[in-house]
């Protein structure tokens, strides 16, 4: 098995550069270092000088396994800078500052990490992390452009407090969506254009949850995981991405999203109708119950002495996804709208014959169909499917993270819209 730099095969780890910008979020390069070394991965800490006043080089390297040098002249026969970065399969920056974006996009060499990152010939990926007023400073989102032009990944930045009593964008992505990016982009260095540039998304995730009393609820078993995924790529993919997230597993919001939260069905209709209104693509990704109770009571329901139990009638909550179709106006193009279907097989026919049904009913432009079961598509890590076109065409899904499938609907997305003619300019817009 070939063990040649660039090439992870079967015989070693995936090799992994952690550079580390001089910035307060340092810290949290820790935390992402933890994820992937966890994961599999063998990961060399390359920090600038800077960078260790936040976090002590012995912490890096106790974390790593690996020694940590800051400097061209240290191992010179050895000669890092160029033997580091041409040995990677991924090189990421976090947090990338904005000096450090600047000295990446005009090829400075002072430092090993600047070195590094010009002799790299894998993927390379920047997770900017930065006051917002830097980061929306003319200078910084020049740099930001060119890199971009450059094939180089540069994530958008999440909202929130940022150092001291500020907040706005600039704020490092969450530790736990760098390392599902950066795992993303090892099994597919492509999956991140920036073809959404300039459209409008809505996403829907998670599962709804319908009142019975104060205390118990009608639910599912969604964690939400595919619909965050699903937002997460988009908006790295450059949409300006809305995610209506019913109830979840804890998960945190992604980085340039916007995020609307609901409980119930009714409340994620009204949500996302109104958020599809000027959006160009819509993406019915939550579990939405399909019943709710007729009457909720106001105190808990009580068990009675003679052992019997409440009946409890229910009534059809309205489809969501055939309401979005409904509503589009005769042979307009906009918007495109993508359904789920999680389904079993029964007596009257397969998974993938469910879907087929579910595509004709609602009318959707495509629809994601996975199988649901003891460890499938719910509170899993991975996922798989078929992507059905209303065309006919069938596309099968293989195994693979939750985030590798948002990659393939985007993929078909934007192929539809291609397909379509109406993709002026790199945007679906």
Not at 233 to 248: D, K, N, P, S, W
Request: net charge negative; with cysteine.
């Amino acid at each position: 098995m070939s063990d040649a730099p660039g090439d992870a095969g079967a015989g070693r780890k995936p090799r992994i550069v952690l550079g580390v910008g001089g910035g307060i979020a340092a810290y949290k390069a820790c935390e992402v270092l933890r994820g992937l070394t966890e994961t599999g991965h063998d990961v060399r800490v390359v920090p600038t000088e800077a960078a260790l006043n936040f976090v002590g080089a012995a912490t890096f390297e106790a974390l790593s396994g690996h020694p940590v040098h800051t400097g061209v002249f240290t191992e010179v026969p050895e000669v890092q800078h160029v033997r580091i970065g041409r040995e990677a399969d991924l090189v990421l920056v976090v947090p990338a500052t904005a000096d450090l974006l600047a000295r990446a996009a005009h090829g400075l060499a002072a430092d090993l990490l600047t070195g590094t990152l010009l002799t790299a010939r894998c993927p390379v990926a920047f997770f900017p992390a930065m006051h917002t007023e830097m980061w929306e400073h003319p200078a910084t989102s020049d740099n930001v452009a060119l890199l971009r032009s450059r094939g180089l990944f540069v994530a958008e930045p999440a909202s929130g407090r940022l150092t001291g009593a500020d907040t706005g964008k600039g704020r490092l992505a969450d530790p736990g969506e760098i390392v599902e990016l950066a795992r993303l982009l090892l099994a597919e260095p492509a999956a991140l254009p920036r073809d959404l540039e300039g459209t409008r998304v809505v996403v829907t995730a998670g599962g709804t949850r319908e009142p019975l009393d104060p205390v118990r609820y009608l639910g599912n078993r969604s964690s939400g995981r595919q619909g965050y995924a699903l937002a997460r790529v988009a908006a790295q993919r450059g949409a300006e991405v809305t995610l209506i997230a019913g109830h979840t597993a804890d998960l945190p919001d992604p980085a340039g999203v916007t995020v609307r939260h609901v409980s119930t069905a009714e409340q994620l209709r009204v949500a996302t109708h109104k958020a599809a209104a000027d959006a160009g693509i819509v993406v019915m990704a939550a579990a939405v119950a399909d019943f709710r109770p007729v009457d909720v009571a106001a105190h808990k329901i009580k068990k009675t002495d003679d052992a019997s139990a409440p009946v409890i009638t229910l009534t059809r909550n309205a489809d969501i996804l055939a309401e979005l179709v409904r509503d589009r106006a005769p042979g307009a193009r906009r918007p495109v709208i993508v359904g789920f279907a999680a389904e079993t097989g029964d007596e009257d026919g397969s998974v993938l014959e469910h879907g087929r049904a579910k595509l004709r009913r609602k009318g959707a432009d495509l629809l994601v169909v996975n199988a649901v079961g003891d460890g499938l598509a719910f509170e899993v890590e991975d996922n798989a499917g078929w992507l059905l076109a209303a065309d006919g065409a069938e596309t099968p899904i293989p195994l693979g993270s939750k985030a590798q499938l948002a990659v393939a609907v985007w993929d078909a997305v934007t192929a539809f819209i291609r397909h379509q003619g109406d993709f002026p300019s790199g945007s679906v817009r």
